[in-house]
């Protein structure tokens, strides 16, 4: 085999082997009186572990529970497990906020923002990180600028922004938004990762027979895929629960996105909060399985990627 | 030779002189611009229109604004509930980013000796960071209730009732247990970091230096910490940086800068100021300074780290 | 291969594309008979349909289609409405919560006196109060109006042999029976939020003003009355007393809404203080035990001082100032046809209306204590202070009321330091109360509608 194809095959395998199974150390394990040791630290360990799945996995059914139980039962048995399994309100909370539209919508809008970010920042990464041209250290910190304003100050003017260009009330102009405020992290980001990989293996790719341009696909980018799937992760998230922006730049119904028609749940009043959470049960749902589907590759690439300074 | 290559070659090498420089400037620029169009007209436009808005009195829905000049900075200055705030935001990024990985420090080093379930803890610990605000301050804002919150009934059941607080009615205790459901959101992103490197690490290194007579803390300390560099820097930059942005939202949901602006950071203080004051320039105004002041810690941090990787290579 | 899927590629992102640039055409107004309403979306889909089905009958009578979009928190509409303004979009009637005041100030919405003349007896008065300002309606109430009362677990007080308490006096004797006897905190209060904390302020002071409290804050807004003086003092002095003689205790700045309900439904507490909207709240949790209400306790001896309270509607209808000019007299017309009888009891059924605005409009609530609410608790409901006073001055209130209660402040550095939020705002931003005195006649044009409006009275 060539030494384009072994170097990422090996990067790989040792990324599989550190998601899949556990690893053992390279050398011996010390013996004798150090046993007993490692098994108290192992105890200990395990059980450290445990409370923190808990303290993270609980919340999660918990808002879940809360979307089985009704009025009375809610107030009642606030931590408990519900009496019954109750789908009433997870059905009266998709008909009422409409929730199959707004699903729609905030896909359309969170796949449009990571489209357009995900190559803008990998572009941008990749060329402050490895192109040595003249003022790029001026143009990264200016990005890097951005990451200090958080959009709700500026909130009325990106509004009046749009306005111009004609952009209120569409998914576009809110995805435009979401993209500009996502890219300085992730412009951090990409840099970051394009930063550590050495230029040795660009280089070796192409003494191989790759194409430049190959070389950048197959060789440079796949080893940013940490990079590309911690912003999936991070930004899509955002995108997916924000509610300020979207209520200033959407003033349609049809247009709304999930966050937006959560709003029919709340009143001056007072909140419904079993349909509330059944609401948010089946919003958050596509978060976690998108999460579980990218964090093997945003594990194996960590494991290869940010590591190396 | 490749085209990147050739664009990354050093000056001294030029062969064909300011063609390969005008090469480079084309392909980096051109990689760039895009990020910088929409930083520009979405980030740093506005920011100026903003500075505009902060030089005139406004209520935000009147259609005429009052040119005031600086009056608004002078109300800042005057303002002690914002440099209040401002203190609280330092404090919230700083301890929570201190916090965070420290913690998670702790957590990695004892998982990498732990032989099963790791991968199952790695995707739990993480679940937080998925879940929305909303949620998040709900929950945590009921954990701490004093009346039916699991903090307090854990603590009466275990007999440590002597430790229970005003979680979030207290001034002097509030901000910190704001701070803590920050860190237990972020934990598990930093723990998957840094385990990360410290898997990188081969283990003959500690053996050999076992071998030689040295202790277990005095590994860590001389020999793993220092390798362990890098993806520290990285996973601190990470933190701070989110510390900055991730405080409205939860800040918000759980005590809404109370009691008393114990809990005000500057960016709920801001919002505040902008919607329920009508004062939407003095709000500008204070979000100019914030941004001065955050940019100039940032520029240093940047510069920082661009350096030490620069001479790195 | 790789040409048919790029293909693919660039025809999809084309259609993505015009997907989301779609947008229904602006509505541009010149026509007089499209209508725009806007609200908030925090309302359920019942009472929302029951907009869109008032306003189908108006177009079956008057040929005017009108446009409903429902977005955003009730405390949203200010922005939602200046997003209108700076986009062109047409409004011309919207929901007010609270804002009105503000909107009437900026010049956001119509004078609305002139047009609801010929049918103005159709409201209720008390709950005009709100939006009148400077002896002219800037909105109409179009809801059911609140009232605040203390809530209280009518089986524990028959249990502990306690009466509904009058006197403050009497409310102390009860709170001790019942923590002596149940180990609780009588009284419970949402203090986490600190929106829920003047009202109690209001209370206080409206008996310590010899009931002119509404007339006492005006005239401290615009600067001839000063907050640090006796009634007002009187008033916070009133409140410390309630976390001094054991009523409320420090758990209740860590409590929220829920909090509260919670700790009243598990009877961790016998008695709150709210809002009237949070007694339907807590029934529809379904309690194990019999609910009351009482007034607010008599703090002075004076029999001639009336327990007021603050109260008032939940939505007010107002008029858009900068809805197209040929638009106006529709809008004008379609209050007047929202409040007729059959209309405003399509409008306000959805939401069991406690005591509708609209008198014409039957008590139809289901809430077994709602006689009571009317007949008692109605006349002596005054109009929320926090709706008077700027927002700086509401926060620095709400700091003098817990500092009073928990933190140990003299009554009269609290008065003072509210004095000082006021003359602060004035130095730093000009503030007038009185802004209605600043007006010419073109800001009056704007807003008034045209003299020559017929509108038909059904």
């Not at chain 2, 436009?45 to 009147?62: A, E, N, T």
């Not at chain 3, 939020?193 to 003003?209: E, G, K």
């Not at chain 3, 509607?313 to 007047?336: D, H, R, Y």
Request: proline share 5%; charged share 15%.
């Amino acid at each position: 085999m060539t030494v384009s194809e072994t170097m990422p095959l090996a990067v790989d395998r040792e990324a599989r082997e550190l998601t899949s199974r556990p690893s053992r150390p390279r050398g011996k394990r010390p013996s004798g009186p150090v046993t007993s040791g490692l098994v108290v630290t192992r105890v200990v360990t395990y059980a450290i572990m445990a409370v923190m799945v808990v303290l993270t996995v609980y919340p999660l059914l918990w808002m879940a529970m809360g979307g089985f139980k009704n009025g009375a039962e809610f107030y009642q048995n606030i931590w408990g497990i519900p009496a019954t399994l109750d789908f009433s309100n997870f059905a009266y909370a998709w008909t009422e906020a409409d929730l199959g539209h707004k699903f729609l919508n905030s896909i359309l809008v969170t796949v449009g923002t990571m489209a357009l970010t995900l190559p803008i920042t990998s572009m941008a990464g990749y060329a402050l990180a490895k192109i040595r041209f003249r003022g790029r250290g001026v143009a990264y910190v200016v990005i890097l600028l951005g990451i200090m304003v958080p959009y709700g100050v500026i909130a009325i003017p990106v509004f009046t922004v749009i306005v111009d260009l004609h952009l209120l009330n569409t998914l576009l102009g809110l995805i435009l938004v979401y993209t500009a405020n996502a890219i300085p992290l992730g412009v951090f980001l990409m840099y970051s990762f394009f930063e550590s990989i050495p230029d040795e293996l660009e280089e070796a790719a192409q003494v191989d027979g790759c194409t430049p341009i190959g070389a950048f696909f197959r060789v440079v980018l796949p080893l940013a895929r940490p990079g590309l799937a911690t912003q999936l992760i991070l930004t899509g998230t955002t995108v997916w629960n924000e509610y300020f922006m979207a209520s200033l730049l959407i003033h349609q119904e049809s247009l709304q996105t999930l966050p937006l028609g959560l709003v029919v749940f709340t009143s001056r009043y007072g909140t419904d909060y079993p349909q509330l959470f059944a609401a948010l049960t089946i919003v958050t749902l596509p978060m976690v399985v998108l999460y579980l589907a990218a964090q093997k590759q945003f594990i194996s690439g960590l494991a290869a990627g940010a590591v190396k300074g | 030779m490749t085209i990147s290559s050739a664009l990354r070659a050093p000056a001294t090498r030029r062969r064909r002189g300011n063609t390969l420089t005008r090469q480079r400037a084309i392909a980096g620029w051109a990689m760039t611009i895009p990020a910088l169009v929409f930083v520009g007209l979405f980030i740093f436009y506005p920011l100026v229109r903003g500075f505009w808005v902060s030089l005139h009195q406004w209520d935000g829905l009147s259609v005429d604004m009052t040119w005031v000049g600086l009056r608004n900075y002078a109300n800042v200055f005057n303002d002690g509930v914002y440099w209040q705030a401002l203190g609280h935001t330092f404090q919230f990024a700083i301890g929570v980013t201190i916090a965070k990985n420290v913690l998670a420090l702790l957590l990695a080093v004892l998982l990498n000796r732990a032989l099963r379930g790791r991968g199952f803890f790695r995707v739990a610990t993480f679940l937080p960071v998925v879940m929305s605000f909303v949620v998040v301050g709900i929950l945590w804002s009921w954990i701490f209730n004093p009346t039916f919150g699991l903090l307090n009934e854990f603590l009466r059941a275990v007999g440590l009732e002597g430790l229970i607080q005003g979680w979030l009615s207290d001034p002097n205790v509030a901000l910190w247990s704001v701070m803590s459901v920050d860190v237990w959101k972020w934990t598990g992103f930093h723990v998957v970091i840094i385990l990360a490197g410290l898997q990188s690490i081969p283990a003959d290194i500690d053996e050999a230096a076992s071998i030689d007579g040295a202790g277990r803390f005095r590994i860590f300390w001389s020999m793993t910490l220092p390798l362990l560099r890098p993806v520290l820097t990285f996973s601190v930059l990470m933190s701070l940086v989110g510390a900055f942005v991730s405080n409205y939202d939860l800040v918000k949901v759980m005590t809404g800068g109370g009691p008393s602006h114990a809990t005000e950071v500057a960016l709920t203080w801001i919002v505040d100021t902008t919607f329920n004051d009508l004062n939407v320039g003095k709000a500008n105004a204070m979000s100019f300074i914030l941004f001065f002041i955050v940019a100039i810690i940032g520029a240093l941090q940047v510069r920082v780290m661009t350096r030490r990787n620069g001479t790195d290579r | 291969m790789h040409r048919i899927r790029r293909a693919t590629a660039a025809i999809g992102t084309v259609a993505v594309i015009a997907a989301l640039t779609a947008c229904t055409p602006s509505d541009s107004g010149g026509d007089g008979c499209t209508l725009a309403f806007l609200a908030s979306a925090d309302r359920p889909t019942a009472e929302q349909d029951a907009y869109k089905e008032v306003f189908a009958d108006f177009e079956k009578e008057y040929g005017c289609h009108v446009d409903t979009t429902f977005e955003g928190t009730w405390d949203q509409i200010t922005q939602q409405l200046t997003a209108a303004r700076l986009a062109g979009t047409q409004v011309n009637l919207f929901i007010t919560a609270t804002a009105t005041r503000d909107l009437a100030k900026a010049g956001l919405t119509m004078d609305l006196s002139q047009c609801i003349a010929p049918f103005k007896d159709r409201f209720l008065e008390s709950a005009m109060a709100p939006y009148t300002i400077a002896d002219r309606n800037w909105a109409v109430p179009m809801s059911s109006t609140d009232t605040s009362a203390i809530i209280y677990n009518a089986d524990m007080f028959a249990e502990l042999g306690i009466p509904a308490p009058t006197t403050f006096a009497e409310l102390v004797e009860a709170g001790n029976t019942i923590a002596k006897a149940k180990g609780i905190t009588p009284m419970i209060h949402q203090g986490k939020s600190p929106w829920y904390w003047p009202m109690w302020y209001m209370a206080t002071f409206a008996q310590t003003s010899g009931n002119k409290s509404v007339e006492y804050t005006e005239d401290f807004l615009t600067g001839d009355r000063s907050f640090a003086s006796p009634e007002e003092e009187q008033a916070l002095a009133a409140l410390a007393a309630f976390t001094d003689d054991g009523l409320l205790d420090r758990s209740t700045l860590d409590t929220d809404e829920q909090g509260m309900y919670a700790a009243f439904l598990q009877q961790k507490a016998a008695m709150f203080f709210a809002l009237t909207p949070s007694l339907q709240n807590i029934e529809a949790a379904e309690p194990d035990f019999e609910i009351g209400v009482f007034q607010f306790p008599k703090i002075v001896d004076d029999p001639a001082v009336l327990p007021q309270v603050g109260g008032g509607p939940e939505n007010g209808l107002a008029v858009a100032s900068f809805a197209p000019e040929a638009t106006k007299e529709a809008s004008c017309q379609l209050i007047e046809f929202m409040s007729r009888p059959e209309q405003a009891a399509k409008l306000m059924e959805p939401t069991d209306p406690l005591v509708p605005s609209i008198t014409s409009v039957p008590p139809t609530s289901t809430e077994p204590l709602a006689p009571q609410l009317t007949e008692e608790f109605i006349p002596n409901t005054i109009q929320f202070l926090d709706w008077i006073w700027p927002s700086s001055v509401n926060d620095a209130v709400t700091t003098a009321i817990t500092d009073v209660m928990y933190n140990g402040t003299s009554p009269e550095d609290a008065a003072q330091s509210v004095q000082d939020a006021l003359d602060k705002l004035k130095a730093e931003e000009d503030y007038t109360f009185d802004w209605w005195t600043t007006w010419d006649d073109a800001a009056w044009q704007k807003v008034s509608f045209p003299k020559d409006m017929k509108i038909d009275v059904g």
